[in-house]
C-alpha cells in the first residue's frame, strides 16, 4: 500500500492550494479519512476529517478556509485550502483518521511565504 500526496506548492498569504491524496490496492478509502499537517519542529496534527459517512470537520484554526471532499469510486481525497497563511506552512499527509494508521505517504510540502 502507498499513499501518495501532490499539490504543495509556494504561495503568497491569502493564496489557495488544492492538494490531493490517493493509495493504490488499498482499503484506505472504505475508511473515515484525514489531513494531517507537520511544521518544523512541531509533531503532527490533525487538520481535518471525513468519515464514510457523516459531518466533515476541522480543527478551529482553519475552519471556514479548508474544505475536505472524497471521491471513494476513484480513490481521492482532496483539501481545498484558501486564505493560506503563514501558520498553514508544513509537509501536509493523509491516513486513516483513527488508528492503527495505514504507512505514511511522503505528504507534500505546502510553503506560505511572502
Known amino acids: 500500500v502507498q499513499v501518495v500526496e501532490s499539490g504543495g506548492g509556494s504561495v503568497q498569504p491569502g493564496g489557495s492550494l488544492r492538494l490531493s491524496c490517493t493509495a493504490s490496492?488499498?482499503?484506505?478509502?472504505?475508511?473515515?479519512m484525514g489531513w494531517y499537517r507537520q511544521a518544523p519542529g512541531k509533531q503532527r496534527e490533525l487538520v481535518a476529517w471525513i468519515p464514510t459517512t457523516g459531518k466533515t470537520d476541522y480543527i478551529d484554526s482553519v475552519k471556514g478556509r479548508f474544505t475536505v471532499s472524497r471521491d471513494n469510486a476513484k480513490k481521492f481525497l482532496y483539501l481545498q485550502m484558501n486564505r493560506l497563511n503563514f501558520e498553514d506552512t508544513a509537509v501536509y499527509y493523509c491516513?486513516?483518521?483513527?488508528?492503527?494508521?495505514?504507512?505514511w505517504g511522503q505528504g507534500t510540502q505546502v510553503t506560505v511565504s511572502s
Open positions: 491516513n486513516t483518521l483513527f488508528s492503527p494508521y495505514h504507512s
Open positions: 490496492g488499498s482499503t484506505l478509502f472504505r475508511e473515515d
